[in-house]
């Protein structure tokens, strides 16, 4: 016998046949997101190394901007975005459970700036389109988690339209 839980589950679940849509494991209001997995796999393809090889690369990368951002420095990718940490300065807040006041002390967190070519390309972008393209992401990656599980198999990567940049291009 099932609990509420699933009974809730599975009605979600027949709401999305219904609508052919998800919300399975997302609560951003059925964004997109790309997979890691796929993202190691076309750097392995378009750079001709293996995944493994490409995992490690990414891996490094991504370490390597935790440790320049953690001791002060701005990482920048020309033509992407950068990356710094920011202090939020000690103020005042709230507990929402019992409204009792309580002091948040000054902290460090991580700013994230999109270039100004990236915002200039998203500026150009229609909302409309940009949510349709997003509805289509999602069904497409429901698809391909579906057809992994099912086969266990590497999804076809050919139809993805990305090429590696030429050093003058950077």
């Given at each position: 016998m099932?609990?509420?839980?699933?009974?809730?589950?599975?009605?979600?679940?027949a709401q999305d046949a219904k609508s052919g849509t998800t919300t399975e494991k997302t609560k951003t209001s059925r964004r997109s997101w790309f997979p890691y997995s796929d993202i190691v796999a076309i750097?392995?393809?378009?750079?001709?190394?293996?995944?493994?090889?490409a995992n490690?690369?990414?891996?490094?990368?991504?370490?390597?901007v935790k440790q320049l951002v953690i001791r002060g420095e701005v990482v920048v990718f020309p033509g992407l975005m950068s990356f710094e940490g920011r202090i939020a300065h000690a103020t005042t807040g709230r507990n929402p459970k019992t409204g009792e006041k309580i002091d948040i002390p000054e902290h460090i967190y991580?700013?994230?700036?999109?270039?100004?070519k990236v915002k200039q390309l998203l500026k150009k972008q229609?909302?409309?389109?940009?949510?349709?393209?997003?509805?289509?992401?999602?069904k497409r990656h429901e698809k391909?988690?579906?057809?992994?599980?099912?086969?266990?198999?590497m999804p076809d990567l050919d139809d993805?339209?990305?090429?590696?940049?030429?050093?003058?291009?950077?």
């Amino acid at each position: 016998m099932g609990t509420k839980a699933d009974a809730i589950r599975a009605k979600t679940k027949a709401q999305d046949a219904k609508s052919g849509t998800t919300t399975e494991k997302t609560k951003t209001s059925r964004r997109s997101w790309f997979p890691y997995s796929d993202i190691v796999a076309i750097c392995a393809t378009k750079s001709g190394i293996t995944t493994a090889q490409a995992n490690v690369c990414l891996k490094t990368l991504f370490g390597l901007v935790k440790q320049l951002v953690i001791r002060g420095e701005v990482v920048v990718f020309p033509g992407l975005m950068s990356f710094e940490g920011r202090i939020a300065h000690a103020t005042t807040g709230r507990n929402p459970k019992t409204g009792e006041k309580i002091d948040i002390p000054e902290h460090i967190y991580l700013g994230m700036k999109a270039s100004p070519k990236v915002k200039q390309l998203l500026k150009k972008q229609e909302v409309t389109n940009f949510q349709g393209a997003a509805i289509e992401t999602i069904k497409r990656h429901e698809k391909r988690r579906q057809a992994l599980v099912s086969s266990r198999i590497m999804p076809d990567l050919d139809d993805l339209d990305f090429d590696i940049p030429e050093e003058d291009e950077l």
